[in-house]
């Protein structure tokens, strides 16, 4: 049922021969799933001659007949979702159902850039003086290095991929080694649509030293990645010192604000099942809640009643609602924040530790009466816990949100609209969702501010951050 997991340079597909590899873990059971071949110095560099070489091609194909391609991808996903969303839940730990959803959503990412590449069109300027005319042109920025994380095995990959591809750039894919089918599969959809070869390239390997070799490589014109703040400054850096475009979507702690004027229950059940998506592995996830203090009592007690009745098991099992940590490193994770909460006179409504003898189960966890300053309330928890406070008045809550160095994703309930605008515009975030979690859709934004980033994926900025911009002045 999981995939076989290969390299794909220069339109081959390589398995490990001769190669170094390591083991791809099922997080629901700690069993090993397959053997993920590494590639070696030649074979980056075969990747870097194949993309410069992809992008002559690329950029040379009329973006008409690139989103053709493009599409065909999408159907091709589209019709393999059940396979390539089975292999994710193997090697990811998420439901079935969520895994699914995602296959699916990455197809509709595909076809929105293909369509909106053949709209990135540049502009004429009126010149100032007759006869002349001033041209601004969209030209894609050349080979693209891309790195993308465990939490989202298809859909990190693919908003990289598709932007980059509608954009007329090629790109080499370094995708999670802890993760790697659900890009395996993806880029198999591409390869079977007939993407020529060398466009699109997918390598694993030791992740610092596959991006040192290819941020560093003069062929390299953009970087984008997405993980930890850690690994996005270091990379970041990489690519200042080749003054290359870079995109860097990081973490964040995203603030959840319910005012008094709205229904805490209401507001508890839509936020519940957002905390608790993917196991609360999503870089938006909802993750420190204020609640005013009147719907205080009510909404604790309807999450709790939430994270209670979700059902731990493993993603392939239909009643299960909450699957494992994707690997051990969330688990310490999730006990050094609900160890240091405990210690500080936090209480923990529900949940608090780890679940069963195999696999990577936490269980779905809700504190209350955590200080501001406890660990749980200041890094960013990327695991089923969360912590709810309440809060008095509007300058009071906009204050403690805005007072950590994240600006990724915020949330706010509230039925009056003179507050919706306030809190939208007084929140320091790239997202915010006022009354609604849907803030992640393949024609809008996404992408944070501070800590969290810079650059965005999806929209039509999503497209531009592959572009360049030149200026022709004509006469
Ligand atoms: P990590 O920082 O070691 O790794 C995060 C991701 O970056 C992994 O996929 C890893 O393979 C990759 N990576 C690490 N070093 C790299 C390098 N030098 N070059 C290129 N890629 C590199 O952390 P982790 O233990 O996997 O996750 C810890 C934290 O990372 C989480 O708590 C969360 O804050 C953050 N994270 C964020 C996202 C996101 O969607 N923004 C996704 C995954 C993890």
């Not at 039925?415 to 024609?443: C, D, F, L, Y």
Request: glycine share 10%; hydrophobic share 40%.
């Amino acid at each position: 049922m999981y995939s076989e997991l290969k390299l794909y340079i220069d339109g081959q597909w390589l398995n490990g021969e001769g190669r170094k590899g390591e083991d791809v873990i099922n997080p629901a059971t700690g069993k090993v799933l397959a053997q993920l071949p590494h590639a070696s110095k030649a074979d980056l560099d075969n990747a870097l001659g194949a993309a410069e070489k992809g992008f002559q091609v690329w950029k040379n194909t009329s973006a008409y007949d690139r989103a053709k391609i493009m599409r065909k991808a999408a159907d091709l996903l589209r019709e393999r979702a059940e396979k390539v969303a089975t292999a994710q839940t193997m090697e990811q730990g998420k439901s079935f159902a969520e895994s699914r959803m995602e296959v699916l959503t990455s197809a509709d990412i595909i076809d929105w850039c293909a369509e909106e590449g053949r709209r990135s069109y540049g502009r004429i300027v009126p010149g100032r003086t007759k006869g002349v005319r001033q041209i601004v042109l969209q030209e894609p920025v050349g080979v693209v290095a891309a790195f993308t994380p465990w939490n989202f095995p298809t859909l990190t990959p693919v908003r990289k991929i598709a932007g980059a591809l509608a954009a007329g750039c090629s790109i080499i894919i370094k995708a999670s080694e802890e993760t790697p089918a659900g890009c395996v599969e993806l880029v198999k959809c591409f390869a079977d649509a007939g993407l020529p070869a060398g466009v699109l390239n997918l390598v694993f390997g030791v992740p610092a030293t596959i991006s040192e070799h290819l941020v560093t490589s003069d062929i390299v014109r953009k970087i984008s990645f997405t993980g930890s703040i850690p690994v996005g400054k270091h990379l970041a850096a990489l690519a200042a010192q080749g003054m290359k475009r870079a995109t860097m979507e990081l973490g964040g702690h995203s603030p959840v604000i319910v005012f008094d004027d709205y229904d805490p229950e209401k507001a508890a059940d839509t936020i519940a099942a957002f905390k608790y998506r993917n196991a609360g592995q999503v870089c938006i996830s909802p993750t420190r809640f204020y609640v005013q203090e009147k719907g205080y009592n009510k909404f604790v007690a309807r999450f709790t009643e939430y994270a209670k009745g979700l059902k731990l098991g493993d993603g392939l099992e239909k009643t299960t609602t909450l699957g494992p940590l994707a690997n051990p490193r969330r688990l310490d994770a999730m006990e050094s924040f609900v160890n240091d909460a405990r210690a500080r006179g936090g209480k923990i409504q529900t949940g608090g530790n780890r679940h069963g003898n195999q696999g990577f189960f936490f269980e779905p966890t809700v504190i209350t009466d955590v200080p501001d300053d406890s660990k749980i309330m200041t890094e960013e928890p990327f695991g089923p816990v969360a912590p709810i406070v309440p809060f008095k008045t509007f300058d009071e809550v906009v204050q403690r949100a805005n007072s950590l160095q994240f600006g990724l994703a915020a949330y706010s309930f509230t039925s009056s609209s003179a507050q919706a605008q306030a809190i939208g515009e007084a929140i320091q975030s790239g997202m915010v969702g006022v009354n609604s979690v849907a803030i992640s859709t393949p024609e809008t934004p996404f992408g944070g501010i501070k800590e969290s980033g810079y650059g965005s994926e999806g929209g039509i900025e999503g497209i531009q951050a592959y572009m360049n911009t030149k200026f022709i002045s004509q006469a």
